[in-house]
């Protein structure tokens, strides 16, 4: 997860570097600590433990996978602390120790899947995803949604593989397959990490465009992007909160501080960037109204509590732990960027029990 988590590492740093330049937090420096559970998933509760128990810090920011999220889960219940968790994620989970910056599936999966239907008028499904629980429950509630749409159980292919996958080409010719009947067909993708790389290369290596079959992804972001040849990527889609592309003043300031503190004007943002960086000035304006770090007094003060995001619209941590986003989907661009080709009409609320029957079912989460 390297290719994604180191990222976020850095603009996080960088963060902690731009409010100690403002005089800190409470007249006082804010120092990070950071460990690195290398992509293990046990090891980010045991990271989280040694933070707070050893290190005595005052707030958790991390995660990328859910399965990482859930391991720090009982961790910071048990011993009351709060983790900021910056990326999309499932739904189906509310905690009094997280608050989740990311989209909820009502705030990126079902609008892409909306406009694949509606727009791009897709008739049979690939939902391909990393073998692990964010992928799976979306998946799920995708093919759900799906049937209740009329889409025939037929026309939906599910597949998982493993994290770090490199033999994509069974996979893909089954794509290929699939999408040979003479109807429109789409690829949901919730692959995660670098196995993305290879599973492009072997679409493009089978002849699998664009335009042909669509891929539309929701862990691609422009740091994925950098690390690939983007030429057979190019009208490939993405669905997220933010793109790096998007014209306002804000973003503009943000990525030009973002490139000169990661060096040579080259860095690129993305939207788990910006999901923390809006948690991040909201934990300082919690710690600000409240004139304490402590657990109670930050999570009593951030309820209600707004900043601008860098669409320059208002974002407003509700009191179930989520925020309200605006949905874009992105199309790669022959220069490594998303052209923005579709937005929502208003910030969406993160619900994550968007599906009611999914509350009883998963009460205690």
Same mark, same amino acid.
């Given at each position: 997860?390297?290719?994604?988590?180191?990222?976020?590492?850095?603009?996080?740093?960088?963060?902690?570097?731009?409010?100690?330049?403002?005089?800190?937090?409470?007249?006082?420096?804010?120092?990070?600590?950071?460990?690195?559970?290398?992509?293990?998933?046990?090891?980010?509760?045991?990271?989280?433990?040694?933070?707070?128990?050893?290190?005595?810090?005052?707030?958790?920011?991390?995660?990328?996978?859910?399965?990482?999220?859930?391991?720090?889960?009982?961790?910071?219940?048990?011993?009351?602390?709060?983790?900021?968790?910056?990326?999309?994620?499932?739904?189906?989970?509310?905690?009094?120790?997280?608050?989740?910056?990311?989209?909820?599936?009502?705030?990126?999966?079902?609008?892409?899947?909306?406009?694949?239907?509606?727009?791009?008028?897709?008739?049979?499904?690939?939902?391909?995803?990393?073998?692990?629980?964010?992928?799976?429950?979306?998946?799920?509630?995708?093919?759900?949604?799906?049937?209740?749409?009329?889409?025939?159980?037929?026309?939906?292919?599910?597949?998982?593989?493993?994290?770090?996958?490199?033999?994509?080409?069974?996979?893909?010719?089954?794509?290929?397959?699939?999408?040979?009947?003479?109807?429109?067909?789409?690829?949901?993708?919730?692959?995660?990490?670098?196995?993305?790389?290879?599973?492009?290369?072997?679409?493009?290596?089978?002849?699998?465009?664009?335009?042909?079959?669509?891929?539309?992804?929701?862990?691609?972001?422009?740091?994925? =992007?950098?690390?690939?040849?983007?030429?057979?990527?190019?009208?490939?889609?993405?669905?997220?909160?933010?793109?790096?592309?998007?014209?306002?003043?804000?973003? !503009?300031?943000?990525?030009?501080?973002?490139?000169?503190?990661?060096?040579?004007?080259?860095?690129?943002?993305?939207?788990?960037?910006?999901?923390?960086?809006?948690?991040?000035?909201?934990? $300082?304006?919690?710690?600000?109204?409240?004139?304490?770090?402590?657990?109670?007094?930050?999570?009593?003060?951030?309820?209600?509590?707004?900043?601008?995001?860098?669409?320059?619209?208002? $974002?407003?941590?509700?009191?179930?732990?989520? =925020?309200?986003?605006?949905?874009?989907?992105? !199309?790669?661009?022959?220069?490594?960027?998303?052209?923005?080709?579709?937005?929502?009409?208003?910030?969406?609320?993160?619900?994550?029990?968007?599906?009611?029957?999914?509350?009883?079912?998963?009460?205690?989460?």
């Amino acid at each position: 997860m390297a290719v994604s988590e180191a990222r976020l590492r850095d603009a996080l740093l960088m963060m902690i570097d731009q409010q100690n330049k403002r005089g800190g937090l409470l007249g006082r420096p804010l120092e990070a600590v950071v460990l690195e559970p290398a992509s293990q998933w046990p090891m980010y509760g045991e990271k989280a433990r040694q933070l707070i128990e050893r290190e005595k810090v005052a707030v958790i920011f991390g995660c990328w996978t859910s399965v990482s999220r859930k391991a720090v889960k009982p961790v910071v219940e048990e011993l009351n602390k709060l983790l900021f968790y910056p990326v999309q994620y499932e739904g189906r989970e509310q905690s009094d120790n997280i608050f989740y910056l990311g989209a909820a599936p009502n705030q990126q999966a079902l609008p892409a899947v909306g406009y694949l239907m509606e727009t791009m008028a897709v008739e049979r499904w690939v939902l391909a995803g990393t073998d692990y629980v964010y992928p799976r429950t979306t998946n799920k509630m995708l093919a759900k949604f799906l049937r209740g749409q009329g889409v025939s159980p037929d026309d939906i292919m599910i597949s998982y593989t493993p994290f770090g996958h490199t033999d994509w080409a069974r996979t893909v010719a089954d794509i290929r397959e699939f999408g040979s009947q003479g109807r429109k067909t789409a690829v949901v993708s919730t692959i995660n990490g670098d196995a993305n790389i290879s599973f492009y290369e072997e679409l493009a290596h089978q002849g699998v465009t664009a335009q042909d079959i669509p891929v539309l992804a929701f862990s691609v972001g422009e740091g994925e =992007l950098q690390k690939m040849n983007v030429k057979p990527l190019v009208g490939h889609l993405a669905a997220w909160n933010y793109f790096m592309s998007i014209d306002t003043a804000l973003n !503009r300031d943000f990525v030009s501080n973002w490139q000169s503190h990661s060096g040579g004007g080259q860095g690129v943002t993305n939207d788990p960037i910006e999901a923390q960086l809006i948690g991040f000035q909201l934990w $300082v304006k919690a710690v600000e109204a409240a004139g304490d770090t402590g657990t109670d007094a930050v999570r009593d003060a951030i309820v209600g509590l707004s900043v601008k995001n860098l669409s320059d619209g208002d $974002v407003k941590m509700l009191p179930n732990h989520h =925020l309200s986003k605006p949905a874009y989907i992105g !199309r790669v661009r022959p220069d490594g960027q998303y052209g923005i080709i579709w937005s929502s009409a208003a910030s969406i609320p993160g619900d994550p029990w968007f599906d009611p029957s999914s509350r009883e079912a998963d009460k205690g989460n």
